[in-house]
């Protein structure tokens, strides 16, 4: 075999809460993973320890020195500069403003480490290992608490000038709909994500709204989440129901100017809200057959995204990889 398969590298996907760690190699086989807390709130060095402890656990699971390793890649959110490693803002990452993660986390490992948005390394995830193989011009979209995304042209992560391109989450849907995360009005995250349906929710059970969502939040308007308005949903309840198409009609929207702008031959959908499935999805591609060129919606093909909660550690494990090569190149 190649000697590319037992090339090993670390990929770490850090969420808002969460972080994944998985040791694999360059043909996306994961050899371990450690699952593990974000602690965002006690600020970058808090999240470093933790990102270091869990990449010790994925390693000894694997039974793979540091120095085996030919890299480590870090998918983070918010607005990312892959280039000085930088993560400029995160809505995820309360009081982060330009922090130099890939150095403090390379300056610990040892190992040279790579900086990627999380949501563009879930789009090569998929281009190299997932739904989205083979495929010149696609486009990820993941659909969870907020909305990101991933734009591949030509096979290539379309990374834009500073690096910060495919923020699909944060095109104005409505100019003066809800305030966004990032201090504009009406984002397609405001309006589609997984947060747009449980505020809508809260806000029509405050408005005395006979519906079951409650039964599903503890009797209590404040833990209404998205997947409580799913569960209550799959019981049959009209309002919750309701809201899905709502927030469907929403994604479709935003679906349809990514269609018209990018002519892509397939979107990926992934993300926790996406699971809610035919409900929410068949709103959102009728609207978007609708508002979209027919022209470029006959051409367009859509896929769920296959590597599950893998698509990020994959993803920032080949950003890595690919980005040492080209290194290595020069
Ligand atoms: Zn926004």
Known sequence: MAEDSRTLILGVDLGGTKILTAVTDSRGKILSRDHSVTPARD????????????????????????????????????????????????????????VRLRD??????????????????AALGELHFGAARGARNFIYVTLSTGIGGGIVIDGELYSGTIGAAGEV???????RGP??????????????????????????????????????????????????????????????????????????????????IFNPELIVIGGGLSNIGDILLEPAFKVAGERAYRETFRAVRFASAALGRDSGVLGAAVFAFSELRKLSRR
Not at 169 to 175: F, L
Not at 217 to 223: I, V
């Open 43 to 98: 600020g970058p060095e808090a999240v470093l320890e933790s990102i270091l402890e869990s990449a010790h656990r994925a390693l000894e699971r694997a039974e793979v020195a540091m120095s085996a390793l030919a890299c480590a890649g870090v998918g983070a959110p918010g607005l990312i500069d892959p280039r000085q490693g930088m993560v400029f803002t995160s809505p995820h990452l309360p009081g982060w403003r330009d």
């Open 179 to 260: 305030l966004c995360s990032c201090g504009n009005r009406g984002c397609w995250e405001t309006l589609a994500s997984g947060t747009a349906l449980a505020r809508e929710a809260r806000q029509r059970i405050e408005e005395g709204v006979a519906t079951s969502i409650l039964e599903y939040a503890q009797g209590d308007a404040a833990k209404v989440t998205a997947q409580a308005v799913h569960s209550a949903a799959r019981q049959g309840d009209g309002l919750a129901q309701e809201l899905i198409a709502r927030t469907g009609y929403y994604v479709g929207v935003g679906l349809a100017n990514l269609i018209n």
């Open 104 to 121: 403090m986390v390379e300056e610990r490992l040892g190992r040279k480490t790579f900086l990627v948005n999380d949501a563009n390394a």
């Open 169 to 175: 989450g944060h095109m104005t849907i409505d100019d």
